[in-house]
Structures are given as structure tokens and as C-alpha cells.
């Protein structure tokens, strides 16, 4: 009964076009909620009245769910709790660049596109519903009330570019709903940011961890600095070396999230205090599973199944991503996770999505390389430094004019500073079995 209240209470909120005013009233009314009523069996409750709902939805609208719930002999009745998606086949992304099997409702009738980028061909792209993009602005702008209840001038510094990437448009329509002004300047030359910081005096800032090193160092280098009430980081590896020079310089609080396209961008959070990254158990059920048996386990592959979704929802999706389970001993009653990185060959360094594959494909058409490479990534200070090793007698000219054309924004990350390129070439990698290996040393 009281998870049904809870469940209704926040449905209401979410899908409506509220007043800042009301987003923030609904902060602290959230924050007290965590605080003091949401105990781990009623999020329980809660998540098991979104399962049921999702399920039945799916099975009803959903091309890809209505096959998969036919070839794996699963009704919506037999899923009535976390524990019963076992039942059914997880999802890829592969299947999801069929986004068409996977529509709920009529393109035409969406209000939002995003899409993933750094991956070859098509870019898996994420439909939204109006009342979908009503409830990430709700949600997010009650989430950054939670924490911050005065002035709210906000420096987005997130990759802008040529694309339709979650991060900035969901934080813009965030800070917006919370009451807040965003200044949604993108990251590209630290020296322009630095005078947007001058001209605005914005006392948050919403980056990603290579990009706030890079507008630091430039900061130091002309002698500016300025006291920032919070620093929300998204995006990549955020260490303690990065959390003491923030916290050091512009006297923050550092607040970290990991998220995706796919699940609704940031849908989960670390705050300063935190060991680890809290789930959103409100809009997701999170598994990890041993990424070669697709069983449970303590340490693997993060595995989401999406409880308030409506454009397009996603059952069992296999995020690619490494976590393990972790207790954090703050406030927030969320389960945590541990990140570890990837299962696949991508490798976020420099505030960048780089794809082993999409990096040996471009070197294989290089004169005289064999097409066999080594990539090394290694933490140098606050900043990534990736070498690539090319098997062959390659210049490294060419090579690196390959790698131009593959990702044309590597010229503005190394000019940045956020990640330093060594290129090698090697007459002969040994008894290296594939043509990519990956080494993360960070």
C-alpha cells in the first residue's frame, strides 16, 4: 500500500510540466524521503510495480519484446519480480540499431532524439517521449536540489559538437526546471571558457573530468581563480588526484555520475563523500552478470532493464560496461556499484569514446602497416596518455592522419591537453594472437 502511494506520488511529479518553484519545494521533500522513509525493501516494492508495468507494456507495443517474449515462451505473467527476468534473452547493441523494433509509440509522436557516438557506421540512437523528457527534467532538477538549495548559474562545459549527444541537452533542460541559468558553452578551447566563467560568474559547473584538468591548468597558467560552489562530473574515470585539484583550486564540492544514452544519460550519482556510484533503483533494475555465462555475479558486466520508460524501453540491456557491487556507508539509500570499465574494446580516455576497432581499421589502409596494433592507455598526472603501437613500417605521419580522419576531434583533446598521443611503430608485435590488444594501465 505504501509503495503504491510512493509509486503514484512520483509518477505525478515526473510527468508534469512543473514550476522551478515546485521542483524545488520537491528537493527537499526528496531529500527527506531518502533520508528518513525510503528503506531498501520499499524501493523493492516500488521497483516491482514499474516491472510489472513495463513488462505488460512491452509485450503490448513492442515489435523486438513481442518475439523475444515468444521465442523465449514468456507471458507478462510470468514476470513479477527482479528475479524472474532470467526468463528472457538479454538485449544488445546490436539489437538496438534495429531502433525501429523497438518504437512503443509512433515516431512522429516523439519529442527527443539522442545518439551514442564514437562507434562505426549508424550511431545507436534513443528515442524520448514528451512526457519521457518531462520526467528526466523533473527528476534532474529535484536531484540538483537535493544538493544545492541558493543561486544557480551553471557553466554546462560538455562536449557540444556535431551530433545529438544526452549530456548537455539533459542538463540544460535540468538546471532550467530547477530555477537554475545554464550557460551551455561546450568544450572546446579552455581560454573561451575561461572568459564565459568572467563574463558570468557561474557558481556550478557541469564538465567531464579531462576537460575540467585542461580548464584548470589554464586557469593556474593566467593566474584566475574563482570560488565554484560545485563541480558535477560525468563521462569518465574521475580520481582521487582529480577530486584533490578540483576541490584544491576552485574550493568545490565534487559530485561524480556514470550513465548512457540508452538508460536516460546520468542515472546515477556519487556524492562528495561517496566510495562508490549509487543507482537510480527508481527508473532502473541493475544486474551484473559474468559477461561469457550471462549469470549473476559479483563482479562483470552491468546489465539495465528500464522501469519508466515510454518511447523506447529496454529489458536485460548489456551496457558493455565492468562494475561490481559496493556498499558505501553515506546517506543515500540506493544500491551501489563500482565501475571498472569495459568489456568491449572501447576505451574512454580524454574525454573521448575511442573504439580499438574503429583505430585498426583506419591503420590498416596505412602504407606498409600490417594491420596488427597495441593500444596503451596510461594515466600521466591528471591527464590520459594513450600510445599506439603499429606493427610495419608505417611513418607516423600517415598514421596519424588516419587517426585524424577516424576521430577529427583528437586534434582539439591533445591541443587541450586532455589526452597526449604517442605513436610507435614496431617492425614486429610479437606473439600479440589478435590484430587490436587493449591495455588499460590507469
Known amino acids: 500500500m505504501i509503495a503504491e502511494v510512493i509509486d503514484k506520488t512520483l509518477r505525478r511529479f515526473e510527468e508534469r510540466n512543473y514550476q522551478p518553484a515546485v521542483v524545488k519545494k520537491a528537493g527537499n521533500f526528496l531529500r527527506n524521503m531518502m533520508e528518513h522513509g525510503l528503506k531498501p525493501e520499499l524501493i523493492v516494492a516500488i521497483q516491482e510495480r514499474r516491472l510489472r508495468n513495463v513488462i505488460e507494456y512491452v509485450y503490448a507495443h513492442s515489435p523486438f519484446y513481442q518475439r523475444m517474449f515468444e521465442q523465449c515462451k514468456v507471458r507478462p505473467e510470468d514476470i513479477r519480480k527482479a528475479g524472474d527476468l532470467h526468463k ?14 523497438f518504437l512503443c509509440v509512433p515516431e512522429e509522436k516523439m519529442s527527443a532524439v539522442f545518439t551514442t557516438s564514437g562507434t562505426t557506421g549508424e550511431p545507436k540512437r534513443m528515442y524520448y517521449t514528451y512526457r519521457e523528457m518531462q520526467t528526466l527534467s523533473n527528476l534532474y532538477g529535484a536531484a540538483i536540489r537535493v544538493v ?12 557540444i559538437g556535431h551530433g545529438l549527444w544526452i549530456g548537455g541537452a539533459s542538463v540544460q533542460r535540468a538546471v532550467e526546471r530547477a530555477g537554475g541559468l545554464p550557460l551551455n558553452v561546450g568544450a572546446d578551447n579552455p581560454k573561451e571558457t575561461i572568459k564565459w566563467m568572467q563574463r558570468f560568474s557561474p557558481n556550478f559547473i557541469f564538465s567531464s573530468p579531462s576537460y575540467m584538468t585542461a580548464l584548470t591548468r589554464e586557469a593556474q597558467e593566467i593566474g584566475y581563480q574563482y570560488h565554484l560552489d560545485k563541480i558535477i ?11 584533490e585539484l578540483f576541490t584544491g583550486y576552485w574550493g568545490a564540492a565534487v559530485f561524480d555520475s556514470y550513465g548512457s544514452t540508452e538508460i536516460g544519460s546520468a542515472q546515477t550519482i556519487a556524492l562528495p563523500e561517496c566510495s562508490a556510484f ?7 533494475i541493475t544486474e551484473i552478470i559474468d559477461p561469457i555465462t550471462g549469470q549473476p555475479a559479483e563482479e562483470g558486466e552491468l546489465v539495465f532493464t528500464t522501469i519508466r520508460r515510454e518511447g523506447m524501453p529496454l529489458l536485460r540491456y548489456r551496457s558493455g560496461d565492468k562494475a561490481s557491487w559496493a556498499e558505501c556507508k553515506c546517506w543515500l539509500p540506493l544500491r551501489a556499484i ?15 569514446n575511442l573504439y580499438g576497432r574503429v583505430i585498426a581499421d583506419a591503420i590498416s589502409k596505412v602504407s606498409n602497416a600490417t594491420g596488427r596494433i597495441k593500444l596503451t592507455v596510461a594515466k600521466e598526472g591528471l591527464g590520459d596518455t594513450m600510445t599506439i603501437t603499429v606493427e610495419g613500417k608505417p611513418s607516423k605521419e600517415s598514421v596519424h592522419k588516419a587517426l585524424l580522419a577516424a576521430y577529427p576531434e583528437l586534434t582539439i583533446n591533445t591541443q587541450n591537453g586532455n589526452l597526449q598521443l604517442i605513436i610507435e611503430t614496431s617492425l614486429d608485435l610479437g606473439s600479440q594472437i589478435k590484430d587490436v590488444k587493449i591495455m588499460d594501465l590507469r
Open 148 to 159: 544545492h538549495t541558493g543561486r544557480l548559474v551553471a557553466l554546462v562545459a560538455l562536449p
Open 338 to 352: 563500482k565501475i571498472k570499465g569495459r568489456t568491449d574494446d572501447m576505451i574512454v580516455a580524454g574525454d573521448m
Open 233 to 243: 562530473l560525468v563521462g569518465e574515470l574521475l580520481t582521487s588526484a582529480h577530486k
Open 278 to 284: 549509487h543507482l537510480n533503483d527508481l527508473h532502473l
Open 88 to 101: 528472457l534473452a538479454f538485449t544488445t547493441a546490436n539489437d538496438i540499431r534495429k531502433w525501429q523494433d
